[in-house]
């Protein structure tokens, strides 16, 4: 019989209880890529911090295991040294990022909220990649026009990872495909927003669900029809949309 120990450590492992939503055909699919490729190759680090945002009330909002480790693995892939975050809440996705730049590697990060981020920053900083992150309070959209208004910012970013209010998503975009580099690489996460994308008009949806729901469905048309862009949405998580600057 399992001890109270391991019952809580059972929870903590199990993705229901931090509240992800699975896209696959059955959870027990979903429970099956996370127990065999990704949390025996999950960095303590970030095991740890996944641990710490399970306790907090939003922990809703985290990225998933199996995200963090599709986002370490593409970044890497594609060498990033200079890249950027909007929306950080406890720093899950930030970690994987900071983790698969080089020493040198740089992420501006951007939220609203600086009390999130500093409960998982204790982790980060033990992890010996808090020297990599450049972490702004405020509202995103600002600060990305602070940063277009310098030319040598342009084409400069590497990666951006976008993971933040959906309803200003298409001035993200209007705005960082200026800041990405020709080559370079933009996530937008959350582009089948809990499958909702597909629902009928009068589904049962909660109400944050179907606020955004015009937002993110309006997001991925102009995506598609950019010619700006290539792009590849994928059924990770609650669905990423990368798109690579081609002009
Ligand atoms: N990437 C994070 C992770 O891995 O845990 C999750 C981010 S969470 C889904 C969304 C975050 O966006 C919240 O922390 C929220 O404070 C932040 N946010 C909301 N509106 C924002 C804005 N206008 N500018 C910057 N951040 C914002
Ligand atoms: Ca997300």
């Known amino acids: 019989m399992a001890t109270n120990g391991e019952d809580n450590q059972n929870q903590v492992s199990r993705h229901q209880e931090v509240g ?30 996944r641990e710490v945002t399970a306790k907090h009330p939003w922990n809703i909002m985290t990225t998933s295991a199996d995200e963090g480790q599709f986002l370490n693995m593409l970044l890497k892939l594609i060498n990033a040294k200079n890249t950027m975050e909007i929306g950080v809440y406890t720093g899950y996705s930030l970690l994987a990022t900071a983790l698969a730049l080089p020493d ?4 501006l990060a951007m939220d609203i909220n600086r009390e999130n981020y500093e409960l998982g920053l204790p982790v980060i900083e033990k992890a010996g990649v808090a020297h990599k992150i450049d972490f702004r309070e405020g509202p995103a959209l600002p ?10 910012n342009h084409g400069s970013y590497d990666f951006i990872f976008v993971d933040a209010d959906k309803d200003n998503y298409i001035n993200y975009h209007k705005r960082l495909i200026d800041l990405v580099k020709v080559g370079g690489v933009i996530g937008y996460d959350n582009t089948l927003w809990n499958g909702s994308v597909v629902a009928p008009p009068d589904a049962p949806l909660r109400k944050y669900v179907r606020y955004y729901r015009d937002f993110v469905l309006e997001l991925n048309k102009a995506l598609a029809a950019d010619p700006r862009i290539e792009i590849c949405m994928l059924p990770v998580g609650d669905g990423i949309t990368l798109c690579r600057r081609i002009k």
């Open 20 to 49: 992800h939503k699975s896209l696959l055909q059955s959870d027990a699919l979903y429970q099956y890529i996370l127990e065999t490729s990704v949390y025996p190759k999950e960095p303590e680090p970030m095991k740890e911090l």
């Open 143 to 152: 600060l990305l026009d602070q940063l277009i208004a310098d030319e040598k």
């Open 104 to 107: 040198d590697g740089k992420i």
